[in-house]
């Protein structure tokens, strides 16, 4: 309990699931402009920090058919 979940630098709202699994909300706002974007969870003290890996999410916007 405690990370914190990061979508291109901000904090997004977190939810602590167990010791290997977070849910973070993220707002339509992050899904406006296509891209790649960088993921991070920074964990609490003691021994906190940013976590190691760093993925990224892409998002991509379709046509409207």
Do not use: C, E
Request: hydrophobic share 35%.
């Amino acid at each position: 309990p405690g990370s914190v979940f990061y979508w291109n630098g901000a904090p997004r709202v977190t939810n602590y699931v167990d010791s290997v699994s977070l849910i973070a909300s993220l707002p339509a706002s992050d899904f406006t402009i296509a891209g790649v974007y960088p993921v991070t969870v920074v964990n609490p003290s003691p021994g906190g920090g940013p976590a190691r890996s760093k993925p990224r999410a892409s998002v991509s916007r379709r046509g409207a058919a």
